[in-house]
């Protein structure tokens, strides 16, 4: 009897635990779709590309919220970046714009950044990190959209034939990795005895292979957008001309009365943080006689008067 009744509830219990396995939820099983699907979505709408992150952290620069890594000053905030030509920091230059390219085609863009000197402050992104270089107009002009640029080197005057001559040629702007690199396209150079030496890429060409080449090169150029920041107050170039025609009582297309010539407000290249306006005769178009130049202080809009002598070219 006893096991009768043993046997019993020993079968009661093996009922009772496959009754509870058949109810019980398979967590496991949920757990691990659920977290497939977790994964899905988060990458779809909460990830962000390298790319993206770049133009997140340019932004960020520019709003002076993190630091950028410059080639020559390491580690420091973007408005204390200097342009080449003047030593001037970002702050206290006069900035025509900026321009988000991406350079090298590499699928990350590089933000450029043109003073009103033409010098040029280049943002690069890399391994999460800005990387910043500077670079001479000089040395970087005409940049176009493929990465490309024209250069001109140092110049040798030639008694000979009452003329310069200068290093030219246009390079490609690269990067590997964190560094900034250019290759050459084309250059024509000269040596001891003045002679034209013309190369595409490493190749020695002759002078109608390299015009011929050149015909190609055919890029369109970067155009810049204006450039703002939290700590940069700067009147526009508009501004500055609007200020010198109240200085002097004139607004471009003015005709003077004794000579019957249109005037013309030039905004002229300047060394330092100041707008150089000119006040020139303008003849069918075509400026050809300064009058007088004044700076405006790009950040208080004061008027200061230098001792500049009329060229009278305009």
């Not at 000197?117 to 000089?138: C, M, P, Q, T």
Request: with cysteine; aromatic share 12%.
């Amino acid at each position: 009897m006893k096991k009768y009744i043993t046997f019993l509830l020993c079968l009661i219990m093996l009922l009772s635990l496959f009754s509870c396995e058949l109810n019980e939820p398979h967590d496991d099983l949920s757990i691990n779709e659920n977290s497939g699907s977790s994964d899905f979505n988060d990458n779809s709408t909460n990830g962000i590309s390298e790319a993206d992150k770049a133009m997140e952290m340019y932004e960020a620069a520019i709003n002076d919220e993190i630091c950028v890594i410059d080639e020559h000053l390491g580690e420091i905030k973007l408005k204390a970046c200097r342009f080449p030509n003047n030593n001037l920091k970002l702050e206290d230059s006069i900035v025509r714009g900026k321009a988000i390219l991406d350079l090298d085609q590499d699928g990350i863009s590089e933000c450029i950044i043109e003073a009103y000197s033409h010098d040029s402050i280049v943002l690069h992104y890399y391994d999460g990190k800005v990387y910043s270089f500077a670079l001479k107009f000089e040395d970087f002009n005409n940049l176009k959209i493929d990465g490309s640029f024209l250069w001109t080197g140092p110049c040798t005057y030639s008694d000979k034939e009452n003329s310069f001559i200068l290093d030219r040629g246009a390079k490609k702007l690269m990067f590997e990795g964190s560094k900034i690199k250019f290759d050459d396209i084309f250059k024509t150079v000269y040596d001891d005895n003045q002679t034209a030496k013309h190369y595409i890429g490493n190749k020695s060409v002759t002078y109608d292979e390299i015009t011929e080449y050149k015909k190609e090169f055919t890029a369109d150029f970067v155009e810049y957008t204006p450039f703002d920041a939290p700590w940069y107050k700067v009147i526009t170039e508009e501004e500055a001309i609007r200020i010198a025609s109240e200085y002097w009582n004139i607004k471009s297309g003015d005709v003077g009365e004794a000579t019957g010539y249109r005037f013309a407000l030039l905004p002229k290249h300047s060394e330092n943080s100041n707008y150089c306006i000119a006040l020139a005769w303008l003849v069918e178009g075509t400026h050809y006689s300064t009058l007088e130049m004044i700076e405006i202080d790009a950040f208080t809009g004061e008027i200061i008067v230098p001792t500049y002598e009329p060229d009278g070219k305009g």
